[in-house]
């Protein structure tokens, strides 16, 4: 017998992640705003002795998709038909979410209605009659708070009882009224015809085609079913003659009347008062004070990350420290001596002591994001986002962005338009991944003493305004049009806990150890090898060890590259590391550790730097680090998600000039002002 | 109902300070030094956001007096903000106190903490009462 599986479904931001970890143990990133979801996830658990398939869809608030991550979810559930369908639903918004509740049982799904959210539904002094709700849906309903693991047991049970088979079958249909309830029974008896359509609940594909749901109608298209269509296209006119209304309004209007009667006799409203939510969002979504906010925040966010990491940089500089030195006096052959302590250990470490600054960033931004924060940050942007031809909705992907820039660009499948998606993916690269952060650190640490957070959090605006030029210009000139409206739910303010930040800084520093570990490692014993060893016509295979950096392979192409960033007034030794940064940008950090031969990277490292840099130079270093070309990875997930190579390429070319143009004024603008001032 | 009043008007006061030394601290980074102890460290990204809590918490005191809900909600952003950066210092001194273990230095009170932000925030603790009484509170 094949295991049963179970699809976990409900509007964007009602808990369906953290209920699918509760079911089956899973660690899945959750995060308190819409579209955390926009991939299908499949987990298991077992529950009295039936081991039990899960499926995670993306969040939507009809089965009319529109975006990408809404077709998934659709498809789903109405292609491969799960044993049964558990609709979470946020028992403190009953009325936006019974919507898909009723479009579900429409589909005939054996619906299992997860209510959510109970806590805050009482905190709103809101009391819901479950079992009422219950009985009118025909399908069970089990209260739960799922961030407290309330209910998930009795949730199972209510699994196990719909897969088993014990109440199948129970279809509540909305009533649309005399004369339309004729023309879908007549359509129905037409769709009954179609052997090919079989598969679907008939009732369904009636309402569906009667609405023109475009969808739909594709399926009874690819059915070979034409004859029902023309009927359902003469009977849609009909009808929105007779009622005077287009039909897919008028169904809309007639759940949205039934949901309102439903919710009247199954719930009782306590007195209107503000809760803690709606005060912070009268002022964190104000027009005067929503901005300033939300720099005050990410403002902090940058301090707490620079400041308190120091400790523990210091710890990992010891640590690399003390391990090369072992490794240097423990072996005797030269090449391997030299291979493993100013080759990998020099390069891994000096990327590896920025782990804590990664860690708190990430730990900083979970908390922003687990408070619900976020999807005030998106609301108070939006305006400002509208006016540079980006819609509110790109302001996820590109927050993503300041973590890494794949994910960021697989979040835009929320977008809906093509064009404001396209942007989107183009500009992300410009927001400052985790990977930019250790070359910040080095050169802010080094150069900038004293004002080491302002300095970073400026490299991450300075890539916010670029990518708001950039925005600008792509839709003036390539990607025409208007970029849609924001329409979002503002999720409840919450207290976020710490067992979840602690997990996703785990999830996204493991990353960053797990690439220490593999691209790191290979880059940098490329540098090594390129920098210690030099052409030899007499030697075997024509290489020697060259004793003196100055001669070696690597000093042979930067030299070579230089000239091209002469300008700037950088050394080979800094063109080399942008060179190898191409693989991954935490490699220029490893490169430098390499080429400078500094265990660790902490203040040995910096003061090598200092004999290098002046800080206007250093600054426009930083500058084209953030700028120039993505990682590879980055690359691939442009051309994954557009289905072309010609927009990574664009985004490549972009960067590149931009990078330079921008590294360039920096340094004749600073070193003019250093001229006169300094 | 009598009781939240004065603490509407402590919390008034607690903005008021937030302007000040915001200001002070800008002024402190425009100028260089400034001759008092304990005084904040002269960035001016810090002395700006200090004016933001400040101008938060002043913003709509006159309701806030008043017993309004819109009184209160600028009072519950002022007092998120002010505890945000309040523990942030903490964990700046706390963090340079255990690095100065790890590097085997004699530890010492440095003006980066921003003494005054951390005291302000907590003077401002007791503006919770008025959050945790806003059933008290009309529209």
Not at chain 1, 73 to 78: G, H, Q
Not at chain 1, 155 to 162: C, P, Q, T
Not at chain 2, 67 to 82: H, I, P, R, T
Request: charged share 20%; hydrophobic share 50%; net charge negative.
């Amino acid at each position: 017998m094949e295991m049963p599986k179970i699809a976990l479904i409900g509007n964007p931001n009602v808990g369906k992640t953290v209920v699918f970890n509760a079911l089956t143990g899973a660690k899945q990133h959750v995060g308190n705003w819409p579209g955390v979801t926009v991939e299908r996830r499949e987990g298991r658990f077992r529950h009295r002795g039936l081991d039990i398939s899960v499926v995670d869809l993306p969040g939507i608030y009809t089965l009319s998709p529109f975006s990408i991550d809404e077709k998934i979810s659709r498809d789903y559930i109405v292609d491969k038909r799960p044993d049964a369908v558990v609709d979470i639903v946020d028992a403190s918004n009953l009325e936006r979410n019974l919507y898909l509740t009723l479009q579900l049982l429409e589909t005939g799904a054996n619906v299992v209605v997860g209510l959510n959210m109970m806590d805050e539904a009482e905190k709103k002094g809101m009391k819901i009659d479950v079992e009422r709700l219950s009985e009118i849906l025909k399908a069970p309903v089990v209260p739960m708070s799922a961030i407290k693991g309330e209910g998930i047991d009795a949730l199972k049970d209510a699994i196990y009882e719909e897969i088993t088979g014990h109440e199948h079958h129970r279809h509540m249909a909305v009533g649309y009224g005399e004369e339309v309830e004729r023309y879908i029974v007549e359509l129905e008896e037409e769709i009954s015809k179609c052997k090919s359509l079989r598969d679907y609940r008939s009732r369904w594909l009636a309402v569906g085609l009667l609405e023109g749901d475009g969808d739909i109608i594709c399926k009874v298209r690819k059915a070979g079913c034409e004859g029902v269509i023309e009927r359902s296209e003469s009977m849609r006119d009909e009808l929105s003659k007779k009622i005077g209304e287009m039909m897919d309004i008028y169904f809309a209007d007639r759940r949205y009347e039934f949901i309102e009667e439903m919710v009247r006799m199954v719930m009782v409203r306590g007195k209107e008062k503000w809760t803690f939510s709606d005060m912070l969002d009268n002022v964190f979504t104000n027009p005067v004070f929503g901005i300033p906010s939300f720099f005050l925040l990410m403002w902090a966010a940058f301090q707490f990350t620079f400041a308190v990491a120091e400790p523990f940089m210091n710890m990992i500089d010891i640590g690399f420290t003390w391990l090369a030195d072992v490794t240097r006096a423990s072996i005797s052959n030269p090449a391997l001596a030299s291979l493993l302590a100013d080759g990998i250990i020099s390069g891994v470490g000096s990327v590896l002591i920025f782990l804590p600054n990664i860690f708190l960033l990430f730990f900083a931004l979970s908390l922003l994001e687990d408070s619900g924060y976020l999807s005030r940050a998106a609301f108070v942007m939006d305006k400002s986002m509208y006016k540079i031809g980006l819609p509110g909705k790109s302001f996820v992907p590109m927050l993503l962005g300041f973590g890494c820039n794949v994910p960021a660009i697989m979040s835009t499948r929320t977008i809906e338009d093509r064009n404001d998606r396209l942007i989107t993916i183009l500009i992300n690269p410009l927001m400052s991944c985790s990977a930019r952060l250790p070359v910040y650190l080095l050169f802010a640490g080094a150069f900038f003493a004293g004002n080491e957070g302002a300095v970073v959090f400026s490299m991450y605006l300075m890539g916010i305004l670029l990518a708001v030029i950039m925005a600008l210009l792509l839709r003036k000139f390539l990607v025409k049009g208007r970029p849609a409206p924001l329409i979002m739910e503002m999720p409840p303010y919450r207290m976020p806990t710490l067992k979840n930040s602690l997990m996703k800084m785990w999830e996204n520093g493991y990353l960053f150890i797990k690439k220490a570990g593999t691209v790191i490692v290979f880059g940098v014993t490329i540098v090594w090898f390129l920098s210690t060893y030099t052409y030899s016509p007499d030697a075997a295979y024509g290489i020697v060890m060259s004793g003196d950096i100055e001669n070696s392979f690597a000093a042979y192409l930067g030299q070579w590259l230089q000239p091209i960033f002469a300008p700037m007034g950088w050394d080979w030794k800094a063109v080399m590391a942008l060179l190898f940064g191409f693989i991954a940008k935490e490699i220029v950090v490893g490169t430098f550790g390499t080429l400078y031969g500094v265990e660790g990277g902490g203040e040995g490292l910096q003061n090598a730097l200092m004999g290098s840099f002046t800080p206007v130079s250093a600054y426009a270093y930083m500058a084209f680090v953030l700028i120039y070309v993505p990682c590879l990875a980055t690359i691939a997930t442009i051309k994954a998600e557009t289905g072309s190579w010609k927009w990574p390429l664009l985004a490549i070319a972009y960067m590149m000039g931009l990078a330079y143009l921008v590294a360039l004024i920096i340094s004749l603008v600073g070193n003019a002002l250093m001229g006169v001032f300094g | 109902m009598k009781g939240l009043k004065p603490i509407a008007l402590w919390t008034g006061l607690i903005g008021a300070l937030y302007l000040l030394y915001g200001s002070i601290e800008i002024l402190m980074w425009v100028t260089g030094e400034f001759p008092f102890p304990l005084m904040p460290p002269g960035d001016a990204l810090a002395g700006a956001m200090l004016i933001i809590i400040g101008s938060i918490l002043l913003y709509r005191i006159r309701e806030l007096i008043a017993m309004k809900y819109e009184g209160l909600s600028f009072l519950a952003g002022g007092l998120v903000l002010s505890g945000i950066i309040g523990i942030m210092y903490i964990l700046i001194a706390g963090a340079d106190m255990l690095n100065s273990v790890v590097v085997g230095e004699l530890w010492a009170f440095d003006p980066g903490y921003n003494m005054p932000a951390i005291v302000l925030a907590i003077l401002l603790l007791p503006g919770w009462m008025c959050v945790r009484k806003g059933a008290d509170f009309c529209e």
